[in-house]
Every structure is written in structure tokens, then in C-alpha cells.
């Protein structure tokens, strides 16, 4: 789904040659000149104590997604700001602990076209899930009182967002803000399938609600409902498929050890000829199904966040 997006009203010819430009330069800050950055957006706290050390991890970060940000930004698109956060999700964080950290890393990219994101691991490199959400389809962009982001969309999703530095909490809903005025200027609603789109891992188009196939490259992803079933036959197989590899690698030693738990419970009682030992086998095997099904359903939900990729598209 190609969609034409509207004149850029941000871009200044002359931002290469800004002061803000020849500071990053004088600190060997490097960003991809075929990208087109509003620098003074991105970078709004210049001066100050420990501002040097600011600014060259934020270029760092951003620099870790610029091969990706080539490949989805559009002619004229212009980024505006980008961090880094965590979506906030209370289901998988009370079943999965501090592995939902890992599997919910996001970096933003606001443009003035739309808001980018793109699934990282914890060190701000790009993976192969990324989403768009066009400024029409946001109805509200704020920082909380605890610390959170959230976005609500217009299809009623509300996503929840942590782990954001707090310069940029404050700093992102104000360039949405302007953002927004200048996209609603241009009189820009594209059409879409959904608040947040799915985007292909390997042509960046759109793919649409349902649809697990690219339309525009042909790549296949896979469906929630086949990796819960493969979640549900061994758990961990679904996360290993969606290429969650470390979470997947804990899970499968902990499934492994509770068969080798119910296994020795079996052998001690077994060999005691201790006939509540089996009740306590029979009761570990049915624990051990309940494990089975809780991997199936939290797989089905987290497949269903974004794609992933099943089979690359034919060169």
C-alpha cells in the first residue's frame, strides 16, 4: 500500500551548516547525510553539564538504525526525534518477568509524516518488526505522572510505553504537537487497515490487517495461531520462530528441568514404592500441561503485536 506523503514543511536547506551541526561535528558526531534529521528537534537540550556525553549516545543510538531508517523513510519524510522505550505490557510482564523487558524494546521515530517503530533488542539494534501509525490516527500522545508514554489510536488501542529518559518524555509530545500541525496544514488521512500497520521486514510497505503474506514483495510471516500451536506442542518453539532468542533459550532450560524434576519425583517413588510420590508426579504432569498451554496463549497474544518473518520473498 504506497501512499503519497505531503509536501515537508520542516526541511531547511541550510540545517547542514547550523551551529547545532558544527557542534556535532566539533564532538565527531557523524549522521547519515541522506537522511534528512531536524537536527534542532532532535537534539533541543545543547548546553549544560555532562551535555557532550548526551549527545554522542544519543547519535549512537541513532546511528544503530540508520540502514534500516534508509530503507523506510520515504523522499520526503524528515525525522523529527527518536528514542528509545519499552511497551508496557502487565499480562506478559506477571508471566514472564523481566523477559518482557527483551521482547518489548521499541525505538520511536516521529517524522512529519507519521510515527516509525521499529522492535530493537535492549541495545537499540533495529530487529525485524516495525510498525507505523500515521499522526490522523492518533488521538492522544502524552507522558503520564508515573513516568509512562502513552498513545491512544483512533481504532481504540491504547499502547504504554516505559523507559524513556526523561528530556525525552517531555520533548516528544511537544514535537508531536507541531508535527501534527503541519500534517493537519497538508490535509493528509491516508486510508489504512488499522491504527498501528504492520510493516514487511524486507520492503518496508505495508502490510495489511490479517495478512500474512507482503503484498508488494511477496515475503510470508508467520500467523499467531501456528506458533501457538507449536508453543502449545513445546513451549519455546513459538518464541524461537518469532526469533526471541534469549528469552526462548531461559524458557527451554526451565521446561527442561521441570521434566527432569518430574523424572526424578517418578524414580524416588519408584524406588520407595511411595505411592503419594506418583500423586505428586501426577500433579508436577499436570502443571507441566498448564505450562504448555500459558506458553501457547502468551505466544498467540505477542505474535499478534506485529510480523514475523516466515519465508524471504523470491529475488
Known amino acids: 500500500?504506497?501512499?503519497?506523503?505531503?509536501?515537508?514543511?520542516?526541511?531547511?536547506?541550510?540545517?547542514?551548516?547550523?551551529?547545532?551541526?558544527?557542534?556535532?561535528?566539533?564532538?565527531?558526531?557523524?549522521?547519515?547525510?541522506?537522511?534528512h534529521y531536524r537536527l534542532d528537534w532532535m537534539f533541543p537540550k545543547r548546553e549544560g553539564w555532562g551535555i557532550a556525553?548526551?549527545?554522542?549516545?544519543?547519535?549512537?543510538?541513532?546511528?544503530?538504525?540508520?540502514?534500516?531508517?534508509?530503507?523506510?523513510?520515504?523522499?520526503?519524510?524528515?525525522v523529527l526525534y527518536i528514542s528509545h522505550g519499552v511497551q508496557?505490557?502487565?499480562?506478559?510482564?506477571?508471566?514472564?518477568?523481566?523477559?518482557?523487558?527483551?521482547?518489548?524494546?521499541?525505538?520511536?521515530?516521529?517524522?512529519?509524516?507519521?510515527?516509525?517503530m521499529l522492535h530493537t533488542d535492549s541495545f537499540g539494534n533495529p530487529k525485524y518488526t516495525y510498525w507505523t501509525i500515521y499522526?490522523?490516527?492518533?488521538?492522544?500522545?502524552?507522558?503520564?505522572?508515573?513516568?509512562q508514554v502513552q498513545i491512544k489510536l483512533k481504532d481504540g488501542t491504547a499502547l504504554k510505553f516505559t523507559g524513556f529518559p526523561k528530556l525525552d518524555r517531555k520533548a516528544m509530545p511537544q514535537v508531536f504537537e507541531q508535527a501534527l500541525a503541519g500534517y493537519r496544514g497538508a490535509n493528509f488521512n491516508p486510508q489504512v487497515t488499522q491504527s498501528r500497520e504492520n510493516l514487511c521486514s524486507h520492503c518496508?510497505?505495508?502490510?495489511?490487517?490479517?495478512?500474512?503474506?507482503?503484498p508488494q514483495c511477496g515475503a510470508e510471516f508467520w500467523?499467531?495461531?501456528?506458533?501457538a500451536l507449536r508453543s502449545l506442542?513445546?513451549?519455546s518453539w513459538g518464541d524461537f520462530l518469532m526469533r526471541h532468542t534469549v528469552p526462548a533459550i531461559f524458557e527451554l532450560a526451565g521446561y527442561l528441568f521441570s521434566w527432569f524434576i518430574l523424572a526424578f519425583i517418578v524414580i524416588s517413588a519408584l524406588a520407595r514404592n511411595e505411592p503419594e510420590g506418583l500423586f505428586f508426579a501426577a500433579f508436577w504432569?499436570?502443571?507441566?500441561?498448564?505450562?504448555?498451554?500459558?506458553?501457547?496463549?502468551?505466544?498467540?497474544?505477542?505474535?499478534?503485536?506485529?510480523?514475523?518473518?516466515?519465508?524471504?520473498?523470491?529475488?
Open 1 to 35: 500500500m504506497h501512499v503519497e506523503p505531503p509536501q515537508n514543511p520542516y526541511q531547511s536547506p541550510a540545517h547542514v551548516a547550523s551551529p547545532l551541526a558544527q557542534q556535532l561535528a566539533e564532538l565527531g558526531v557523524q549522521l547519515d547525510p541522506r537522511i
Open 53 to 78: 556525553g548526551h549527545i554522542k549516545k544519543k547519535a549512537k543510538k541513532i546511528r544503530r538504525i540508520e540502514g534500516r531508517l534508509l530503507r523506510l523513510l520515504r523522499p520526503a519524510e524528515e
Open 88 to 116: 508496557n505490557k502487565f499480562v506478559e510482564q506477571l508471566f514472564m518477568g523481566w523477559m518482557s523487558m527483551l521482547i518489548n524494546q521499541t525505538v520511536f521515530v516521529l517524522t512529519n509524516l507519521r510515527l516509525v
Open 135 to 147: 499522526y490522523s490516527q492518533i488521538e492522544q500522545f502524552k507522558p503520564s505522572w508515573t513516568g
Open 204 to 214: 518496508c510497505q505495508v502490510v495489511p490487517k490479517d495478512l500474512y503474506r507482503c
Open 223 to 227: 500467523a499467531p495461531a501456528n506458533v
Open 233 to 235: 506442542v513445546f513451549p
Open 285 to 315: 504432569l499436570f502443571a507441566i500441561g498448564m505450562q504448555h498451554c500459558i506458553d501457547a496463549t502468551l505466544t498467540y497474544f505477542i505474535a499478534r503485536k506485529g510480523l514475523h518473518p516466515k519465508v524471504k520473498p523470491v529475488e
